[in-house]
């Protein structure tokens, strides 16, 4: 069964840096290119970037509103995901989702499993 | 690419054919998916491909277009279909999701 768990949310302040990690299993990680995905609350769904898997040079992806702070990695040996945010906004307070991306023919992968999330706020 | 979804929310009941509708700010060939997301919950992948229905999913749920303009299809609405559902299009970086179409009961 595959499982993302992320973890290391919480209340940090403008300007301050938080790092988030995505524990998985059940599939074999390392294939696979991963995304973070973000939601802040009451709204929708924003793509925050991308992380390609060893084949692809472990390139990364970003939405134009974090490039420049926020860094996708992985570990393969450890099949976790991690996103470092720095200097972060009260705006990118959200609930952070890690999601496998697979895929599925012609076109860039796509999330197929997400985790239960973890909620980060900015605030002062 | 932006994608513009409409409505924004709807009211329907249980039995009703809902349709919503994607549009991308460009074309993006196939290559958009579909979304159901209910309250606290993560996303589920419904549909791919623009037209493809991911394994599992009921066959209420169809989706069709291509280009600029898609469209996902519930035929008869069940109690469990009341939610919010995105599109995503993957043609390109970064990748972006319309702003959602939240299903309300009537």
């Known amino acids: 069964e595959v499982q993302l768990v992320e973890s290391g949310g919480g209340l940090v302040q403008p300007g301050g840096s938080l790092r988030l990690s995505c524990a998985a299993s059940g599939f074999t990680f390392s294939d696979h290119y991963m995304d973070w995905v973000r939601q802040a609350p009451g709204t929708g769904l924003e793509w925050v970037g991308r992380t390609r898997n060893k084949a692809q040079s472990y390139t990364t992806e970003y939405a134009a509103s974090v490039k420049g702070r926020f860094i996708i990695s992985r570990d393969d040996s450890k099949n976790s995901l991690y996103l470092q945010m720095n200097s972060l906004k009260t705006e990118d307070t959200a609930v952070y989702y890690c999601?496998?991306?697979?895929?599925?023919?012609?076109?860039?992968?796509?999330?197929?499993?997400w985790g239960l999330g973890t909620l980060v706020t900015v605030s002062s | 690419i932006q994608l513009t979804q409409s409505p924004s929310s709807l009211s329907a009941s249980v039995g009703d054919r809902v349709t919503i509708t994607c549009r991308a700010s460009?074309?993006?060939?196939?290559?958009l998916a579909w979304y159901q997301q209910k309250p606290g919950k993560a996303p589920n992948l419904l549909i791919y491909?623009?037209?493809t229905l991911q394994s599992g999913v009921p066959s209420r749920f169809s989706g069709s277009g291509s280009g600029t303009d898609f469209t996902l299809t519930i035929s008869s609405l069940q109690p469990e279909d009341f939610a919010t559902y995105y599109c995503?299009?993957?043609?390109?970086?970064?990748?972006?999701f319309g702003g959602g179409t939240k299903v309300e009961i009537k």
């Open positions: 460009q074309g993006i060939s196939s290559y």
């Open positions: 995503q299009q993957l043609n390109s970086y970064p990748l972006t």
């Open positions: 999601a496998r991306a697979t895929n599925y023919g012609p076109g860039s992968p796509l999330a197929d499993y």
């Open positions: 491909g623009a037209t």
